[in-house]
């Protein structure tokens, strides 16, 4: 069974250009979650998907948004990024609610300069 | 709200010694409780989880974890740990009901010497 796909796994862009993440669940997962990794701060939530809607957000700037289709796969995007945005981004999906765990992707590393 | 304390950010250990990664929480609800693990350059992995029931939980690679309410603590344990053991472990709370999200610890940097 394949697990959680993220793509890219490297990134590196400038300030104040936009990005895109991608993320493919587990088949039949239906939750997709983003967070933020940094040294600084640890993992943080962004935002959580279910059935194309968000249900939840975290404390992040509308820099950050997100959205997920039919299919489940889910992507972010950040707009004019900051230095402070370099960072992990580790997308997680589950069956339903938490209660099974979160399978994780192995992240994509975003580097600003 | 939900906030996790990992209160070592490192633990050196030798090869084949026991080690236990302490981790406490505060939350207002009822919460499920995870650790996780992270290798360098990847994603987390699920080590163990608790749910409900028996307080003794035992997770993946020889590790076991005991969810102790009035202490509101969850500690990470193995007997005796290998040199492929060395990685971050996270430990991590999510609300049963409510918000599906994990809240994070700061996360524990395991080092095993030989």
């Known amino acids: 069974k394949a697990g959680v796909t993220q793509t890219p796994r490297y990134l590196i862009k400038t300030r104040g250009q936009q990005v895109t993440l991608s993320c493919s669940p587990i088949?039949?997962?239906?939750?997709v979650s983003w967070y933020q990794q940094t040294p600084g701060q640890g993992l943080q939530f962004l935002f959580e998907?279910?059935?194309?809607?968000?249900?939840n957000k975290g404390n992040f700037p509308g820099r950050f948004s997100g959205r997920q289709f039919s299919n489940s796969r889910s992507e972010m995007n950040v707009s004019t990024l900051e230095l402070g945005d370099s960072a992990l981004y580790l997308c997680?999906?589950?069956?339903?609610?938490?209660?099974?765990?979160?399978?994780f992707g192995s992240g994509t590393r975003l580097t600003v300069v | 709200a939900q906030s996790v304390t990992q209160l070592d950010s490192q633990v050196p250990v030798f090869e084949e010694a026991p080690v236990e990664l302490r981790c406490n929480y505060s939350s207002s609800v009822s919460v499920y409780l995870f650790w996780y693990v992270q290798y360098p350059n990847q994603g987390l992995q699920l080590l163990l989880k608790y749910l409900s029931g028996s307080t003794l939980v035992k997770g993946i690679n020889g590790f076991e974890a005991e969810f102790n309410k009035s202490q509101t603590s969850f500690h990470l344990r193995k007997p005796s740990v290998h040199i492929s053991d060395t990685a971050e472990y996270f430990c991590a709370v999510s609300e049963i009901q409510g918000a599906q999200k994990l809240v994070f610890g700061q996360g524990t940097r395991l080092t095993i010497n030989p």
């Open positions: 998907y279910f059935s194309e809607t968000q249900r």
């Open positions: 088949s039949g997962h239906r939750s």
């Open positions: 997680a999906s589950s069956l339903s609610a938490g209660a099974g765990g979160y399978t």
